[in-house]
């Protein structure tokens, strides 16, 4: 993994993100940071961004959230060579935020589980989601209500102390799927297909225009699952490319 160099998110930066490729930017949320830079971090969210952050309970949800929405900012900015507090989103029915004026033709998406954050960029659609082993405990028997058959039959088959990560991994791949088809959560998760048997498949929808997905897993430490998904293409998988960004580092200069 590469640590990100400040000219990546100068905008205008070239990125080459051509298709058949994605760039994963991992974030440690809750890293400390002087005032300017969580300044420049909220003071570029626009206001339901800044409505639904007063909606939160408690005082680390709040800030973890306004830190994504601002990392966001920065790197969508950074591609779309505009400043983060000028860019536009626009939302799909299931709450899937798009550029309001795409001509860039990029696609992103975003997922945090405890302070960490990932965001995935490309050209075509694309849904992630990661979640924390130690965060989120799903009874194996909780399982039967979104894994199919066969998925379920695989997981009980596993060691006692691999279920729990294999019934996440698979939660993931089917968020991971469902957030690149921005469907939202369907009734009947059992009839979304991700597989487990092995860390990349092909992955269908019945709700979707798209035939088929590929759905791969990712890793970032030995605590964190997660996914992403992308159409199935003429290639099998995308190229990928994963960097580490310092919230520190980020710079907030108008092109």
């Known amino acids: ?84 507090s000028a860019v536009v989103f626009t939302y799909a029915s299931a709450g899937k935020p798009r550029l309001a004026s795409n001509h860039y033709n990029l696609c992103f998406n975003v997922s945090h589980t405890e302070g960490t954050a990932v965001l995935a960029f490309a050209r075509s659609e694309v849904g992630v989601d990661i979640e924390n082993i130690h965060a989120a405990e799903i009874a194996e028997e909780v399982a039967e209500l979104f894994a199919g058959k066969d998925e379920f039959g695989h997981i009980s088959e596993l060691p006692a102390n691999e279920r729990q990560k294999a019934v996440l991994q698979l939660w993931t791949r089917k968020e991971a799927l469902l957030k690149a088809a921005g469907t939202g959560m369907i009734a009947d998760l059992c009839s979304v297909q991700a597989g487990i048997r092995s860390t990349i498949v092909t992955a269908r929808l019945p709700c979707s225009m798209q035939d088929d997905w590929a759905v791969e897993d990712i890793e970032r430490a030995p605590d964190i699952v997660g996914a992403i998904a992308y159409p199935r293409g003429t290639q099998d998988r995308w190229m990928r490319r994963d960097f580490q960004v310092s919230l520190r580092s980020l710079e907030f200069r108008a092109p």
């Not at 993100?17 to 300017?36: N, P, Q, T």
């Not at 007063?54 to 306004?66: G, I, N, W």
């Open 1 to 84: 993994m590469e640590n990100i160099e400040d000219t990546l998110l100068e905008p205008g930066a070239d990125r080459a993100l051509s298709d058949g490729r994605v760039h994963l930017y991992w974030a440690k949320l809750d890293e400390a940071i002087d005032d300017a830079t969580a300044a420049h971090l909220c003071g570029s969210l626009a206001w339901d961004e800044l409505e639904r952050a007063r909606r939160f309970k408690f005082m680390l949800d709040t800030q973890r959230y306004m830190r994504c929405r601002g990392l966001l900012r920065a790197l969508v900015g950074a591609y779309a060579g505009r400043p983060p």
